[in-house]
């Protein structure tokens, strides 16, 4: 599978992207997509992830992001979107796409339970 991670840019402090994960080789709505982010110096960490279509799309978020962000999927383009609003400097990271197979009926927030993972998408968030 490859994931093509695209979006990021530099924004102003409150204002927004939104971020697309484009996949070829698995269905994503068969599937679960999750994102993530790495700030400099710091762990990767988990944002949001949007679960197959069976599981009626169940989400989750960081509770960092709860409220602002919002991961949605485009079954048609076979891409999932992260909407990012009322951005913040501590947003400002390389964020990731990622993808399982896995279907649990638990959270599905670390890093070891994505399989796949595409390149980062820089996010910049200045004054």
């Known amino acids: 599978v490859q994931l093509q991670a695209s979006g990021g840019g530099s924004v102003q402090a409150g204002g927004s992207l939104r971020l697309s994960c484009a996949a070829s080789?698995?269905?994503?709505?068969?599937?679960?997509t999750g994102w993530f982010r790495q700030a400099p110096g710091k762990e990767r960490e988990f944002v949001a992830n949007?679960?197959?279509?069976?599981?009626?799309?169940?989400?989750e978020y960081a509770e960092s992001v709860k409220g602002r962000f919002t991961i949605s999927r485009d079954n048609a383009k076979n891409t999932v979107y992260l909407q990012m609003n009322s951005l913040k400097f501590e947003d400002a990271a390389v964020y990731y796409c990622?993808?399982?197979?896995?279907?649990?009926?638990?959270?599905?927030?670390?890093?070891?339970?994505?399989?796949?993972w595409g390149q980062g998408t820089q996010v910049t968030v200045s004054s």
């Open positions: 080789g698995r269905t994503l709505s068969r599937i679960t």
């Open positions: 949007i679960r197959r279509s069976l599981s009626s799309s169940f989400t």
């Open positions: 990622a993808v399982t197979e896995r279907h649990v009926a638990g959270p599905m927030i670390r890093e070891d339970d994505y399989a796949f």
